[in-house]
């Protein structure tokens, strides 16, 4: 059996591994010409680490994330709301690592590369059409740059990893539309600097309409006595139209919201003029689609399940889909028969956290505060109660999958015979 991945990133990578472990042939085609150390912070959850750890990526990964100990919130007077441990502190088997995206997707290639080979590994490929038949699926590469033909290839079976702007899901829904803007605009960022609170907990800082999302993501950093900080503020713009992805802006675009946000554990004014690149990003996603399989052909990752970054889901669930795909694959009598024994295990569930996403996920206690108590408290338990904040971070991590005991409890995804 060989499979096409159509998409090099995180979920795509992770896919040819998992393939490779289960004995199945896999060759990735990425767009752009060369896969590199760019962008900015990813949180795994437990979930995806365990996966990756039983992928063997386990140390390379302890070498260069750095493993989160807390989860804490803020409101907008750096008053602490709710603070709770993560990964190996929750009790879980895995830790929960806080790492630089471009990092990851380096050792996930590294990985790759030693594995399936460089040479199946295909860069400056864009997916320009496909066809399928009872034998097999059919994918035609271009140079998304000149349009000039590249490629045919010819495979078993073809994967969408291509992400929220899936060449493979046009094909299927080629009247989607346009990404559904979520009313909120993200100015990322990443700097180093000295070390805030214990270096290893991730901070969320506001409500709704204003907030600030901060953590160390560099274990090299850490050992040298800094942190490497991914910083994402937000600000809440409905009226909006503007497509811009990923520009280059100054911090003249924000800035001045966050200007009194000096707390005594962290200065965000001082943070923001330190860095030396911020980029604008404006938070979207997609409406979750009723199908993901259509014969030999199905959806992976982004390009399935599309969602808001909220609760730290999108890359951890990309690697998950994967681990289950390659599972179908090896249980099922038939390609057709495993891709839609993916999609029957993943597909609900992950339309109902994208919905969820929406709805602000495991930060609702950050919006209770501010609704109940805007000019802040003395103290946060006569506002929302303990019991309340636990119950909103755990049902998320039980509707998302990675509640300790289903991660800690069940058998491996991926299950191969010797």
Same mark, same amino acid.
């Given at each position: 059996?060989?499979?096409?991945?159509?998409?090099?990133?995180?979920?795509?990578?992770?896919?040819?591994?998992?393939?490779?472990?289960?004995?199945?042939?896999?060759?990735?085609?990425?767009?752009?010409?060369?896969?590199?150390?760019?962008?900015?912070?990813?949180?795994?959850?437990?979930?995806?680490?365990?996966?990756?750890?039983?992928?063997?990526?386990? /140390?390379?990964?302890?070498?260069?994330?750095?493993?989160?100990?807390?989860?804490?919130?803020?409101?907008?007077?750096?008053?602490?709301?709710?603070?709770?441990?993560?990964?190996?502190?929750?009790?879980?088997?895995?830790?929960?690592?806080?790492?630089?995206?471009?990092?990851?997707?380096?050792?996930?290639?590294?990985?790759?590369?030693?594995?399936?080979?460089?040479? $199946?590994?295909?860069?400056?490929?864009?997916?320009?059409?496909?066809?399928?038949?009872?034998?097999?699926?059919?994918?035609?590469?271009?140079?998304?740059?000149?349009? /000039?033909?590249?490629?045919?290839?010819?495979?078993?079976?073809?994967?969408?990893?291509?992400?929220?702007?899936?060449?493979?899901?046009?094909?299927?829904?080629?009247?989607?539309?346009?990404?559904?803007?979520?009313?909120?605009?993200?100015?990322?960022?990443?700097?180093?600097?000295? &070390?805030?609170?214990?270096?290893?907990?991730?901070?969320?800082?506001?409500?709704? $309409?204003?907030?600030?999302?901060?953590?160390?993501?560099?274990?090299?950093?850490?050992?040298?006595?800094?942190?490497?900080?991914?910083?994402?503020?937000?600000?809440?713009?409905?009226?909006?139209?503007?497509?811009?992805?990923?520009?280059?802006?100054?911090?003249?675009?924000?800035?001045?919201?966050?200007?009194?946000?000096?707390?005594?554990?962290?200065?965000?004014?001082?943070?923001?003029?330190?860095?030396?690149?911020?980029?604008?990003?404006?938070?979207?996603?997609?409406?979750?689609?009723?199908?993901?399989?259509?014969?030999?052909?199905?959806?992976?990752?982004?390009?399935?399940?599309?969602?808001?970054?909220?609760?730290?889901?999108?890359?951890?669930?990309?690697?998950?889909?994967?681990?289950?795909?390659?599972?179908?694959?090896?249980?099922?009598?038939?390609?057709?028969?495993?891709?839609?024994?993916?999609?029957?295990?993943?597909?609900?569930?992950?339309?109902?956290?994208?919905? /969820?996403?929406?709805?602000?996920?495991?930060?609702?206690?950050?919006?209770?505060?501010?609704?109940?108590?805007?000019?802040?408290?003395?103290?946060?338990?006569?506002?929302?109660?303990?019991?309340?904040?636990?119950?909103?971070?755990?049902?998320?991590?039980? &509707?998302?999958?990675?509640?300790?005991?289903?991660? $800690?409890?069940?058998?491996?995804?991926?299950?191969?015979?010797?």
């Amino acid at each position: 059996m060989k499979a096409i991945i159509v998409g090099g990133g995180i979920g795509g990578l992770s896919m040819a591994l998992s393939l490779h472990q289960a004995g199945i042939e896999a060759k990735v085609f990425e767009s752009v010409r060369e896969l590199g150390a760019l962008g900015s912070g990813i949180n795994l959850q437990p979930n995806a680490v365990r996966e990756l750890d039983e992928m063997g990526l386990g /140390k390379a990964l302890a070498a260069i994330g750095v493993a989160t100990q807390k989860w804490s919130c803020y409101n907008k007077h750096g008053q602490l709301i709710w603070s709770e441990p993560r990964g190996l502190a929750a009790g879980y088997q895995w830790p929960q690592y806080s790492i630089h995206r471009g990092h990851l997707l380096l050792l996930l290639l590294r990985a790759a590369r030693e594995r399936i080979g460089a040479k $199946n590994i295909v860069t400056g490929h864009h997916l320009a059409s496909f066809e399928q038949d009872a034998q097999g699926v059919s994918a035609h590469f271009i140079d998304r740059t000149t349009g /000039k033909p590249l490629h045919t290839e010819r495979a078993d079976l073809l994967i969408g990893a291509d992400g929220i702007h899936s060449a493979v899901r046009a094909h299927f829904y080629p009247g989607e539309g346009p990404l559904h803007y979520s009313g909120e605009m993200q100015w990322r960022a990443s700097v180093e600097m000295d &070390s805030f609170l214990d270096g290893r907990t991730q901070v969320l800082v506001g409500h709704r $309409n204003q907030r600030l999302v901060g953590y160390s993501m560099s274990q090299e950093a850490l050992n040298r006595g800094r942190v490497l900080v991914n910083w994402i503020c937000e600000i809440r713009m409905p009226d909006t139209s503007r497509p811009d992805w990923d520009r280059k802006v100054s911090k003249d675009v924000f800035a001045s919201a966050f200007a009194n946000w000096r707390f005594p554990w962290l200065d965000v004014p001082a943070l923001i003029d330190a860095t030396p690149e911020i980029f604008e990003f404006p938070k979207c996603d997609r409406n979750p689609v009723d199908r993901w399989s259509h014969g030999r052909v199905t959806l992976l990752g982004d390009a399935a399940h599309p969602m808001l970054p909220t609760g730290s889901q999108a890359g951890s669930q990309a690697v998950v889909d994967a681990r289950v795909l390659a599972q179908a694959l090896l249980a099922e009598p038939t390609i057709e028969g495993a891709l839609k024994s993916y999609e029957i295990q993943r597909l609900k569930p992950m339309a109902a956290i994208t919905l /969820k996403n929406r709805e602000l996920g495991p930060e609702l206690a950050m919006q209770i505060a501010e609704d109940r108590a805007p000019d802040g408290f003395h103290n946060v338990e006569e506002v929302i109660s303990r019991e309340e904040m636990a119950a909103i971070t755990e049902n998320y991590k039980r &509707s998302a999958g990675f509640d300790s005991d289903s991660v $800690n409890t069940r058998p491996s995804y991926l299950q191969i015979k010797n």
